[in-house]
């Protein structure tokens, strides 16, 4: 059963390009979360959702990003027009439709904003 | 709002070294409690966890004891191996929230 999936694991943009990361879940998990990993700090939430459905996105920047889980093919992280405050780490994990079940994480995406 | 607080990396240590990392928190309620462990090149996997005051999770050697007096969660290990070498997250979960709130993580280097 292959981990969670991300791809790619170092994305370069210039400033106002636009980035997409993308993660697929283990198989069998219905559940999606996108975190962010900012130089010198810990992981911050960023959205959870269920397929076709945002959950909650209160860890989301009100602008230039948005992020999806369609019924078909892996969830979406998009960043519109990216600013060199971009650069991160950023991390996918999902989980089994129960609650309370552990999250599986990914191995992350890396984007550099030049 | 809520919000881990870890012990200042890097850690340095010998093969068979103790090991402490500081975990301390703050959060309304009663928050369950994880360490994570994401090895160089990989994917944070869970270490061990807590769910109430008291308990004590434990896994691979590593144990970590949830102290609700003192809001901590440090992690520990007797004796580390150069493959404990990685960098470790305390986090925390408030009940029904389904977010992990990090620290910033501390990286462990063990050496031969």
């Known amino acids: 059963n292959a981990g969670v999936m991300q791809n790619p694991r170092h994305l370069v943009r210039r400033r106002g390009q636009e980035a997409r990361l993308r993660c697929s879940p283990m198989k069998g998990h219905s559940h999606v979360y996108w975190y962010r990993q900012l130089p010198e700090e810990g992981l911050k939430f960023m959205v959870y959702l269920q397929k076709e459905n945002i959950i909650d996105e209160s860890g989301m920047p009100k602008e230039r990003f948005s992020a999806e889980f369609p019924k078909e093919g892996p969830s979406i992280l998009r960043i519109q027009q990216v600013v060199r405050g971009d650069s991160a780490a950023y991390f996918c994990a999902s989980s089994p439709p129960s609650f309370n079940e552990k999250l599986f994480f990914g191995s992350g995406t890396q984007l550099s904003v030049l | 709002g809520d919000s881990v607080t870890q012990m200042e990396g890097p850690v340095t240590l010998s093969e068979e070294a103790f090991l402490t990392i500081n975990c301390t928190y703050t959060a309304t309620g009663y928050p369950s409690l994880f360490w994570y462990v994401q090895y160089p090149g990989e994917g944070l996997q869970l270490l061990l966890k807590a769910t109430k005051a008291d308990d004590k999770g434990s896994n691979k050697g590593f144990e970590a004891t949830y102290r609700k007096e003192t809001t901590s969660f440090h992690l520990e290990k007797g004796s580390v191996q150069v493959s404990d070498s990685a960098v470790y997250f305390c986090?925390?979960?408030?009940?029904?929230?389904?977010?992990?709130?990090f620290g910033k993580g501390t990286k462990l280097t063990v050496n031969p």
């Open positions: 986090a925390l979960e408030q009940g029904g929230s389904e977010k992990l709130v």
